[in-house]
T-cell receptor
Framework: GENVEQHPSTLSVQEGDSAVIKCTYSDSASNYFPWYKQELGKGSQLIIDIRSNVGEKKDQRIAVTLNKTAKHFSLHITETQPEDSAVYFC??????????????FGKGTHLIIQP | GAVVSQHPSRVICKSGTSVKIECRSLDFQATTMFWYRQFPKQSLMLMATSNEGSKATYEQGVEKDKFLINHASLTLSTLTVTSAHPEDSSFYICGRTGNNGYTFGSGTRLTVV
């Protein structure tokens, strides 16, 4: 089955700096890669996703890049703010987001924004 | 507003009792929904896929007789933790696919005492 590795497990950056979280996946058939933000005690919130026919996607301060050949994808957060502090999970699926395949998650990255 | 509604958000139960968690798709009919579990400081782990009108598909290592899933309608899937034990204490989250990708419920914090 699919295996998703996520690094780093903890990331501390100064407010205003950029943060990058990286994930690799094992199954070349995976074609849908969402990122979730989880604040303490709350459910996960989809913040951005990318499908395999696209190499990069951006939404304001958040961007995701995908390298299908190398089987890795990354989350980029620019101009970080205190409210960005949370645990971020990457995931991979062989569905398109509208299909019936479950997600395989990375282990999460605890992002800490230092004032 | 939320398009996937999950209840309850928190539940404390005694060991040996059963707990039912509901997950509702509010904006469209979902033939497939997913149930995940998250232990403290760990990632979300897929437990089972809930299929409307048929049996759920369980991931390896998940006991189907302990975690009963019912998807009797296109807008409601339920997870019942039967004969709960302290080791079942965890954060349970349902999810649903759609045209805009995955959407999760807000999760249920189960504590078994």
């Amino acid at each position: 089955g699919e295996n998703v590795e996520q690094h780093p497990s903890t990331l501390s950056v100064q407010e205003g700096d950029s943060a990058v979280i990286k994930c690799t996946y094992s199954d070349s058939a995976s074609n849908y890669f969402p990122w979730y933000k989880q604040e303490l005690g709350k459910g996960s919130q989809l913040i951005i996703d990318i499908r395999s026919n696209v190499g990069e996607k951006k939404d304001q301060r958040i961007a995701v890049t995908l390298n299908k050949t190398a089987k890795h994808f990354s989350l980029h957060i620019t101009e970080t703010q205190p409210e960005d502090s949370a645990v971020y999970f990457c995931a991979a699926s062989m569905g398109t987001g509208g299909g019936a395949d479950g997600l395989t998650f990375g282990k999460g990255t605890h992002l800490i924004i230092q004032p | 507003g939320a398009v996937v509604s999950q209840h309850p958000s928190r539940v404390i139960c005694k060991s040996g009792t059963s707990v039912k968690i509901e997950c509702r798709s509010l904006d469209f009919q979902a033939t497939t929904m997913f149930w995940y579990r998250q232990f403290p400081k760990q990632s979300l782990m897929l437990m089972a896929t809930s299929n409307e009108g048929s049996k759920a598909t369980y991931e390896q290592g998940v006991e189907k007789d302990k975690f009963l899933i019912n998807h009797a309608s296109l807008t409601l899937s339920t997870l019942t933790v039967t004969s709960a034990h302290p080791e079942d204490s965890s954060f349970y989250i349902c999810g649903r696919t759609g045209n805009n990708g995955y959407t999760f419920g807000s999760g249920t914090r189960l504590t078994v005492v």
